[in-house]
């Protein structure tokens, strides 16, 4: 079993019976679906929330019932991934563009479980990409501007519209940052719908390289 397939199995741990069970987005959640589709006694008491389009697709293909958001007073628990994971267990996510939904989904959970491969683990966020950042696309031209004026490089995600129909901007810090810091500043900025920066959550990450499991509670 490869890293996606290891951390799969262990997150299903998490679901029990009679659970309403958020769905991250990604690759690896994609694994988990795969997975729980073929839990039968436990898919048929259970029902789920989709951070994304994709993401309800896929288990309504596996057979799993999707309901909207709004028609559950509680999510039990939400199985997600991760772009990047610091040591204090941040996160930085956005990478296939579902961050709103996926943060609103996971502040909605009793329990929020990431599950990645090690090559997420990094030593600072952001890492290896940009900061990806959800804004209007009206008046999305000074928005990003405001955005640079904290100190940002922006790029515009070409040919891509969020599920909510809006654009991402990915943005990489000129100089070191302070994380909630940032986060709060782009918050303020209007036009800017909601960042990738998942900070001071708690979270049991479920991480593999591939021979090992490694769960770490923050």
């Given at each position: 079993?490869?890293?996606?397939g ?19 987005s ?9 997975l729980?589709?073929?839990k ?6 259970i029902?789920?929330?989709?951070t994304?389009?994709?993401t ?23 199985i ?19 961050l709103?939904?996926e ?14 491969s090690?090559?997420?683990l990094?030593?600072k ?8 950042i ?17 100190g ?59 021979e ?7």
């Open positions: 079993m490869d890293k996606k290891l951390v799969a199995a262990e997150a299903i741990k998490y679901v029990n019976k009679g659970n309403v069970v958020g769905l991250g990604g690759t690896t959640v994609n694994e988990f679906i795969k729980l589709g073929t039968e006694e436990i898919k048929k008491t029902v789920c929330v989709a994304s389009i994709a309800e697709n896929l288990a309504r293909k596996v057979g799993i019932r999707v309901i909207d958001i709004d028609l559950v007073d509680r999510i039990d628990v939400t997600d991934g991760a772009d990047e994971i610091d040591p204090d267990g941040n996160l930085l996510k956005g990478g296939g563009g579902a709103t939904r943060k609103k989904v996971a502040l909605n959970s009793s329990k929020y479980v990431i599950i990645a090690n090559e997420k990094v030593e966020i952001p890492d290896h990409m940009g900061i990806p959800e804004i209007l696309k009206f008046g999305a031209k000074s928005t990003i501007q405001k955005i640079e004026d904290l940002m490089i922006c790029r515009v995600r070409e040919n891509f519209i969020t599920d909510n129909g809006n654009i991402i901007c990915d943005c990489i810090p000129e100089n070191s940052i302070d994380l909630r810091e940032t986060n709060d500043e782009i918050k303020k900025i209007n036009g800017v719908v909601e960042t990738g920066l998942f900070l001071d959550m708690r979270k049991i990450v479920i991480t593999s390289d591939g090992n499991v490694k769960i770490t509670s923050f």
